[in-house]
T-cell receptor
Framework: DQQVKQNSPSLSVQEGRISILNCDYT??????FLWYKKYPAEGPTFLIS?????DKNEDGRFTVFLNKSAKHLSLHIVPSQPGDSAVYFC????????????FGPGTSLSVIP | GAVVSQHPSWVICKSGTSVKIECRSL??????MFWYRQFPKQSLMLMAT?????????EQGVEKDKFLINHASLTLSTLTVTSAHPEDSSFYICSATTGTSGNEQFFGPGTRLTVL
């Protein structure tokens, strides 16, 4: 049973436009969420996170929105750049301890020049 | 930022041999390290959680006798794939937490294992 879902395996966006990556979760105990970016043959790199006490967190071109009632979060990238082309993993955990983080299956983003 | 290295970055071995992968935190002490495996076009699958000085905690379905994990110091964890078979071919990634950054895990660059 997948606790973190990313229903779109891939997404193509024109350069300069907005990229919206979606993530849904089923475990209501999750209260800390992270997004990671991964290039082929490399380890994931942390992008942005959000605690359940917030509904929005922004860092430069990246904004994460959290809708707890819908158990849904999204990552917005504006404006999208070709270098943003990568696989994006949504991840979730319970609390801010160092327990394991559950990853979604990832969405492959292609930004077309 | 916190840097995690892995060695080797890729390895090719014959079936039946053992392969050791090292994971090092270069500029911080990592009380907890994680080992993941990624199959093509699939998510990261957590294999085990490793705490310095204690036995690793393996996820369900992961054979602890096949995937030996040692976390001997606060900066080094090793994963040994014993008696490797072609189905063990995969991309193995480690991560570490600093203990001060919440849930943020810092990932190594990964090791591509190919078993012939």
């Amino acid at each position: 049973d997948q606790q973190v879902k990313q229903n779109s395996p891939s997404l193509s966006v024109q350069e300069g436009r907005i990229s919206i990556l979606n993530c849904d979760y089923t475990n209501s105990m999750f209260d800390y969420f992270l997004w990671y970016k991964k290039y082929p043959a490399e380890g994931p790199t942390f992008l942005i996170s959000i605690s359940s006490i917030k509904d929005k967190n922004e860092d430069g071109r990246f904004t994460v929105f959290l809708n707890k009632s819908a158990k849904h979060l999204s990552l917005h990238i504006v404006p999208s750049q070709p270098g943003d082309s990568a696989v994006y993993f949504c991840a979730a955990s319970e609390g801010t301890s160092y327990d394991k983080v559950i990853f979604g299956p990832g969405t492959s983003l292609s930004v077309i020049p | 930022g916190a840097v995690v290295s892995q060695h080797p970055s890729w390895v090719i071995c014959k079936s039946g041999t053992s392969v050791k992968i090292e994971c090092r935190s270069l500029d911080f002490q990592a009380t907890t390290m994680f080992w993941y495996r990624q199959f093509p076009k699939q998510s990261l699958m957590l294999m085990a959680t490793s705490n310095e000085g204690s036995k690793a905690t393996y996820e369900q379905g992961v054979e602890k006798d096949k995937f030996l994990i040692n976390h001997a110091s606060l900066t080094l964890s090793t994963l040994t794939v014993t008696s490797a078979h072609p189905e063990d071919s995969s991309f193995y990634i480690c991560s570490a937490t600093t203990g001060t950054s919440g849930n943020e895990q810092f990932f190594g660059p990964g090791t591509r294992l190919t078993v012939l």
